[in-house]
């Protein structure tokens, strides 16, 4: 669409409070009008634009002037086109590259912040998994608690029969496993073989304070010299033999 085209349309009013800013009203003058915006007629929109922010003296001095250095850097760009280029500078940049970069950067956050605020809206309608709606609390008719000590003594008799006599406390101890049956049974396993090896002392008991009275019952029948205890190195199986001459 060409500037004559724009520029003979008929004029429309604008309320500035609508926008959010300078660059918002600029995008609303271009896409209201299917304006290329790579191809911005930049007398058009400046004019339009100028036009629009005339009631600027009402409104707050900082607000007025974001508008205000808008409509500045219009007419700049408006007085650029106008100036004749240098043969060298036909394929220069176009001054209105920049404010055509800026108009795409903020239509392109407007439209993420729209998209955001629908979305939280689409969210807001919903409710998360496993959600209970909380329910008022039962009222309760303000009635004053009155009782007598019969009643109390009665309920408290009554209390006592339901729970009855105590049941008697029963402990359950372990059997005491004695050191010296411990070594009898080494003793008569012995007198079966020349050798046993430690783990078929405790094999059939599995349990660990039956290892342990096996292993101070072999210490002990050490001691005495009533048994022989070899290992062939750390943690290998232990062996005990029968009282006697050293074996090579």
Not at 80 to 106: I, S, T
Request: glycine share 6%; proline share 5%.
């Amino acid at each position: 669409m060409s500037g004559a085209e724009v520029a003979a349309r008929s004029p429309f009013e604008i309320d500035l409070e609508r926008f959010s800013g300078p660059l918002d009203l600029l995008l609303h003058l271009i896409r209201n009008q299917d304006i290329d915006i790579f191809d911005i007629p930049i007398a058009t929109i400046t004019q339009q634009f100028l036009d629009a922010i005339r009631t600027l003296e009402r409104w707050e001095l900082e607000r007025a002037g974001e508008f205000l250095e808008m409509a500045a850097t219009l007419v700049r760009i408006k007085a650029q086109m106008l100036f004749p280029r240098r043969g060298d500078d036909e394929e220069g940049d176009d001054p209105r590259a920049d404010l055509v970069r800026r108009l795409l950067e903020y239509e392109h956050f407007r439209e993420a912040a729209r998209l955001l605020e629908r979305a939280e809206r689409d969210r807001s309608r919903l409710f998360a998994r496993g959600f209970v709606e909380a329910r008022p609390a039962p009222r309760l008719a303000d009635l004053p608690l009155e009782s007598a000590w019969g009643d109390v003594w009665e309920a408290a008799v009554k209390m006592g029969e339901r729970l009855g006599a105590p049941e008697p406390v029963h402990t359950v101890r372990g059997r005491e496993v004695r050191m010296e049956d411990k070594m009898d049974e080494i003793a008569a396993a012995l007198h079966r073989s020349r050798r046993v090896e430690f783990r078929q002392l405790v094999a059939p008991w599995g349990t660990r304070i039956h290892a342990v009275a096996s292993l101070l019952a072999c210490l002990e029948m050490a001691k005495r010299s009533m048994v022989r205890v070899r290992q062939a190195g750390p943690f290998a199986s232990l062996w005990i033999y029968r009282s006697g001459p050293q074996e090579g």
